[in-house]
């Protein structure tokens, strides 16, 4: 098999015994049980593993899931529990334009007097009047909303 030579899995005993009991008890999403069961089959400490077609029948999966379970291991030096559970997220994908001094300005301006002309504060009149304030950025009535909502401010 090409990718056992790149990159092959050796497990110790101690790896083996934790990966055998992930996907025999307890309670595991089914993506972290596939992929135990894929380092398993890929395991050479046990012997010789067979071409890559056999082994990808044996575990249930294609051939490309082999190769990035072989390739997650090799990343993570060897590391049985990176290898099999998830990828966490170092940053959300974009930043949040709310921070907590967003916030308190916005509510410090919902429960202030509305401007001349207007009875009470709409979260269109907020969304108009945040985008005039230099310091906060333009956010949409229903961003208002959310936040105002959260820290159970009502417009009165």
Not at 24 to 41: D, E, N, Q
Not at 76 to 91: C, F, N, P, S, Y
Not at 93 to 99: E, H, I, K, L, N
Request: charged share 25%.
């Amino acid at each position: 098999m090409g990718s056992q030579k790149k990159r092959p899995v050796v497990l110790t005993a101690a790896d083996r015994e934790e990966l055998v009991r992930v996907t025999t008890t307890g309670i595991h999403p089914a993506s972290v049980i596939r992929r135990a069961r894929v380092l398993l089959a890929l395991d050479t400490s046990a012997g010789a593993i067979g071409s890559q077609d056999a082994v990808a029948a044996r575990a249930g999966v294609s051939g490309e899931t082999l190769r990035l379970v072989a390739k997650r291991f090799a990343e993570t030096g060897g590391d049985v529990h990176a290898t099999v559970t998830r990828k966490k997220r170092e940053l959300p994908p974009v930043p949040s334009p709310v921070t907590g001094e967003v916030e308190a300005r916005l509510i410090a301006m919902a429960r202030s007097q509305p401007p001349q002309g207007y009875t009470r504060w709409s979260l269109r009149l907020l969304e108009k009047h945040v985008a005039l304030v230099e310091d906060i950025p333009n956010l949409d009535h229903s961003t208002i909303g959310r936040i105002l909502k959260k820290r159970n401010c009502v417009l009165i």
